[in-house]
């Protein structure tokens, strides 16, 4: 079956509006439903707004594939696929409903379930863009074989729309579990928890895990016999409902209620708990995505998460003079100017919203 829903193309016309930008050297904020704004910079800029260009070109549900315009909600796409018994791995958030394929791939935004069935980035086999001077590329999949060594399309996911303006995303899907159930084991400590996860995962067909409120919320899935078998081996208690993982996805949880900054730790799923800084965390990805609410300084934060293989991202709540994402090392600094350079050599795209414009200036 391949469906196809007509809409708008306004390719064309935002390809012009890129182009002339970038003739009068112009920066252009790129936006859409702009729910993930918190997850970088504030750009000022004049607006480029693609909400517009939405839709399903392509739907081929016996290839496990879909192709849709940037500006297509998450949500609306998600409704698509269910009616198929199909799903985006990914678990995407939904932000209200305001969330975008294009954002969510620009941001390479994944859900609980991003260590066991992968990330955003991972689902993409193609885009088409505009680049930094107005003209439109496609790359991946049956369209173009990537160049230079690069896996091009997966470049734009986290690039926050740095490298180009995303105009058609096509992306992997899978078939939705047979069966789901929630398991909560209660844990003394988050010690406790990742040890365990560390010794039994291997044996459970797990799709998400966190801590929080010395409780382990595991999502066990596959089929009816294989979860009712996972669920007798992990032991706890079976969860009457399972909006605990859309409250974790879309950061409703109470833990996320709080007015103290909110970092992003991305560390080793085994790293220790103890942090030496005060604050609270909550335990996702199975201890490899670390929600922190602390007021300890950025730099302290930092080196613990350098110290232990990670990074830190301040993504709410920031203080005006911290940086979200943490600084590039000279070499990794080095190779994301010359892709900038290579897509968008007037840097005229979201400059500064992905790491501030002083820090990628040639020196």
């Given at each position: 079956m391949n469906t196809k829903i007509a809409d708008q193309d306004l390719g064309a016309s935002l390809a012009e509006q890129v182009g002339v930008a970038a003739a009068e050297r112009r920066p252009l904020a790129i936006t859409a439903g702009n729910s993930k704004a918190f997850m970088g910079h504030p750009v000022d800029a004049d607006?480029?707004?693609?909400?517009?260009?939405?839709g399903v070109i392509s739907y081929q549900p016996d290839e496990l594939v879909v192709t849709v315009r940037a500006g297509t909600t998450v949500a609306e796409l998600q409704q698509l696929l269910i009616e198929h018994n199909q799903h985006l791995p990914f678990d995407p958030p939904h932000y209200d409903g305001r969330a975008t394929i294009g954002g969510t791939i620009g941001c390479n935004a994944s859900g609980p379930s991003r260590p066991y069935l992968g990330a955003a980035r991972d689902f993409v086999l193609g885009v088409t863009l505009i680049n930094?001077?107005?003209?439109?590329?496609?790359?991946g999949g049956e369209v173009m074989k990537n160049v230079a060594g690069y896996d091009v399309s997966r470049?734009?996911?986290?690039?926050?729309?740095?490298?180009?303006?995303?105009?058609?995303?096509?992306?992997?899907?899978?078939?939705?579990?047979?069966f789901e159930q929630t398991r909560i084991l209660k844990m003394p400590d988050a010690?406790?928890?990742?040890?365990?996860?560390?010794?039994?995962?291997?044996?459970l067909p797990l799709t998400a895990a966190c801590y929080t409120n010395q409780a382990l919320y595991l999502r066990l899935s596959g089929s009816k016999a294989g979860v009712s078998q996972a669920a007798q081996y992990s032991g706890g208690e079976s969860s009457a409902s399972d909006s605990f993982w859309e409250q974790l996805r879309e950061q409703q949880l109470g833990f996320f209620n709080d007015p103290r900054p909110l970092w992003r730790l991305s560390v080793a799923a085994m790293t220790g708990t103890d942090t030496d800084i005060p604050g609270d965390i909550l335990y996702d990805w199975g201890g490899a995505q670390r929600w922190f609410l602390s007021d300890a300084s950025a730099a302290d934060i930092r080196t613990w998460a350098g110290r232990h293989g990670g990074h830190a991202s301040c993504l709410r709540n920031r203080p005006t003079d911290v940086s979200?994402?943490?600084?590039?090392?000279?070499?990794?600094?080095?190779?994301?100017?010359?892709?900038q350079q290579s897509f968008?050599?007037?840097?005229?795209?979201n400059p500064g919203r992905l790491y501030p414009e002083s820090e990628h200036k040639q020196p």
């Open positions: 607006t480029l707004d693609i909400s517009g260009h939405s930094g001077l107005g003209q439109t590329c496609r790359f470049l734009m996911a986290g690039a926050m729309g740095t490298l180009g303006v995303l105009l058609d995303i096509s992306l992997k899907v899978l078939p939705k579990p047979g010690a406790s928890a990742l040890q365990w996860l560390g010794q039994q995962s291997g044996a979200v994402h943490q600084s590039l090392a000279p070499g990794l600094q080095t190779l994301h100017r010359s892709l968008d050599p007037h840097h005229i795209l």
